[in-house]
T-cell receptor, first 114, second 112 residues
Framework: KAGVTQTPRYLIKTRGQQVTLSCSPI?????VSWYQQTPGQGLQFLFE???????NKGNFPGRFSGRQFSNSRSEMNVSTLELGDSALYLC?????????????FGPGTRLTVL | SQQGEEDPQALSIQEGENATMNCSYK?????LQWYRQNSGRGLVHLIL?????REKHSGRLRVTLDTSKKSSSLLITASRAADTASYFC????????????FGAGTTVTVRA
């Protein structure tokens, strides 16, 4: 099976812009989670989607949003970008809801905000 | 917020030696997982240990869990250059609505 894919792999934006990142889970996986990784804060949970419903959300401002489509593909959007949003954004999928299952991570999208 | 804290932050060992890293966490957990990350890429799942388990093995990996001390250790035996990576523990807890919470990670360098 193909692994989790994320597009684009690298992105450069300027402050105030918005960005959309895409994640395609492993075929058959219905749960998709998003994480932000920065040197200062480490890996932080953003949100989890299962069957097109947001099941859980981390402590991030409303500028961070996401959605999941009927084919389990997911997108996350960050509006009004700030310098502090520069990070590696990781998507992970699993067969079932909840994180007790193994999470299969994609390679990440490196976002740089100038 | 991070539930797990890894110790040490960095570790440098010779090829063939064993590497041990520890993870401590704050609240009662359901499961604890270890992941590996190579140079800013995606994470790879290594092993999952449930709260009612005390030890688990997978190849050259050995994980222990001590729920009374709220700590876990990951041992990599007979290390190889390919083991050079950052290692993270991740916990999920009912009190945190099952969100996966990662520690800061241990960076392991294996010298040839």
């Amino acid at each position: 099976k193909a692994g989790v894919t994320q597009t684009p792999r690298y992105l450069i934006k300027t402050r105030g812009q918005q960005v959309t990142l895409s994640c395609s889970p492993i075929s058959g996986h219905r749960s998709v989670s998003w994480y932000q990784q920065t040197p200062g804060q480490g890996l932080q949970f953003l949100f989890e989607y299962f069957s097109e419903t947001q099941r859980n959300k981390g402590n991030f401002p409303g500028r961070f949003s996401g959605r999941q489509f009927s084919n389990s593909r997911s997108e996350m959007n960050v509006s009004t970008l700030e310098l502090g949003d520069s990070a590696l954004y990781l998507c992970a999928s699993s067969p079932a809801v909840g994180v007790a299952d193994t999470q299969y991570f994609g390679p990440g999208t490196r976002l740089t905000v100038l | 917020s991070q539930q797990g804290e890894e110790d040490p932050q960095a570790l440098s060992i010779q090829e063939g030696e064993n590497a041990t890293m520890n993870c401590s966490y704050k609240t009662s957990i359901n499961n604890l997982q270890w992941y590996r990350q190579n140079s800013g890429r995606g994470l790879v799942h290594l092993i999952l240990i449930r709260s009612n388990e005390r030890e688990k093995h997978s190849g050259r990996l050995r994980v222990t869990l001590d729920t009374s001390k709220k700590s876990s250790s990951l041992l990599i035996t007979a290390s190889r250059a390919a083991d050079t990576a950052s290692y993270f523990c991740a916990t999920d807890a009912t009190s945190n609505d099952y969100k996966l919470s990662f520690g800061a990670g241990t960076t392991v360098t294996v010298r040839a």
